[in-house]
């Protein structure tokens, strides 16, 4: 049987287990109410962080609910420290404060990667670029994690779901999936398997070069697949089912192996996730990422909505190349309650939490009224916060935020129990957080003497 897969839905799936039964749903034609606006990417509505990376401009309330993205940043980017990982928690709009944007428990390790990590009942972890991606040739040099249900995966996801992946499947360590699909339309055909040495043992580089006219999949630099957008033309729906806009990188961590996943999913990941299993170390399986590069590329030779240098939109629901313009728009959020829509809505009070300054100012933002009670961050009800009611949860987690929005921070906080609401996390990683900023070279931040060993042999391997 041939099985069709999507991060993209399979993510939904997963995150959908910790969401709270009353956010309302979206997605597939069917948007949100004007008082929760945003479409997430896991398909519900709410507001703060739901409008930020990821909100799904078809089916939000409208297409100012969105936020708009900010535009591509050519950088090598290192990913030896948490500087730069701001927890979902806490951002707010501001790509110049940070590179990434983490959900889950990211850690660094040794001072030579970032390790994304995945504890028992915890969903694992997240890194979503700030900056978006419309064409560029980006590669990450990773390690997968191991076993079965275990998903590691570098992908580039838009907001309408166009979707390029590299996936490794915990139980298969010398296969990298390729994949792509256009507005998240599942396609067997689209997926291919490249051969590659060891994936758990082997830090790899491997590199998308998207262009307007195709997909290149490298890994260390030797192409693997080429896809052309002239072959995916689709006479039915009269369209290219080509990834055709705005992206942000993922890098990921998860369990596609849980239970409350389609057996498909499940049967694709290899099977049910091992909780106790010989390939965790200090409680959790991990896969590592040191450095992600990008080159931007320039917009398409043709494009004509060139109104300005900050930030991409959508002018249409289409979602296709030709409805995307470049805007100088405001990309800052004031609160976890702001919208694309009212972007310096802020009932809990700002203080010194300033946003950008193209953004409108608000008379009422001193004026505390009723919190609202709309979701405000993606995947973080429930989970390790099951315990609490998500919308106090969020609704305190933003409060904190707002009266301590520095990303310096970012570091500090990933190690306890803000990061992603992985609270039953704790082995090893709240030393790795709280130690990240010295300069001790030789400590081993993430704990034993295991993951030394496993780490040192990755490394002697590149
Ligand atoms: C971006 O700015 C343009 C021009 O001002 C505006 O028409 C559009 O609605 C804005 N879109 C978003 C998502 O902010
Ligand atoms: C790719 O490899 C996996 C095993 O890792 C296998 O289950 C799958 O069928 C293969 N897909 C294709 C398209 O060959
Ligand atoms: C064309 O698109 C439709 C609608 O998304 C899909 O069902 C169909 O399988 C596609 N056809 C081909 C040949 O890919
Ligand atoms: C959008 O895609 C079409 C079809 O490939 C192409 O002819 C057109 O130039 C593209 N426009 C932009 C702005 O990329």
Known sequence: MKHTFSVAAALAATFSVTALAAAPKCGGGTQCPSDSPCCSQYGQCGVGAYCLGGCDPQNSFD???????????????????????????????DASKGNWVSSGTPAV??????????????????????????????????????????????IMMSDVKDEIDFEFVGTDLTT??????????????????????????????????????????????????TQLKSETWNATTGSYHFPQSPSRIQMSLWPAGLQSNGEGTIEWAGGLVNWDSQYMTNGYYYASVTDVTVECYNPPSGFNKDFGDAAYYYQTTFGTNDT????????????????????S???????????????????????????????????VSGGGNAGNSGSTQAGDTSGNAESNPSAGNAGQSNGGSTAG????????????GTTGGTSDATSVKAGSAIAVVGFLVAAMMM
């Open 176 to 225: 990298a999936q390729s994949n792509y699909y256009f507005q998240g339309i599942t396609d067997y055909t689209n997926t291919k398997n490249l051969t590659v040495s060891d994936t758990r043992q082997n830090s790899h580089t491997y590199t998308i070069d998207w262009k307007p006219d195709s997909i290149t999949w490298l890994i260390d630099g030797n192409e693997m697949r």
């Open 421 to 432: 609401g992985s609270t039953s996390f704790s082995q090893g990683i709240q030393n790795a």
């Open 345 to 379: 809505y802020c009932p809990t009070g700002c203080s010194s939490a300033s946003a950008s300054g193209t953004a409108k100012t608000s008379a009422t933002a001193s004026t505390p009224t009723a919190v609202p009670t709309a979701e405000t961050i993606p995947g």
């Open 324 to 343: 995307i313009a470049i805007g100088n728009n405001n990309t800052i959020l004031s609160s976890f309650y702001a919208t694309g829509d009212n972007p």
């Open 63 to 93: 297409l100012a609910s969105c936020v708009a993205a900010p535009v591509c940043k050519s950088a090598d980017f290192k990913m030896d420290s948490l500087d730069g990982i701001i927890p979902n928690t806490q951002y707010l709009g």
């Open 109 to 154: 390790y040794n001072d030579q990667a970032v390790l994304l990590t995945m504890a028992p009942s915890t969903v694992g972890t997240l890194l979503s670029s700030t900056h978006y991606v419309w064409y560029g040739k980006i590669s990450a040099t990773i390690t997968t994690s191991q076993g079965a249900g275990v998903v590691t995966a570098f």
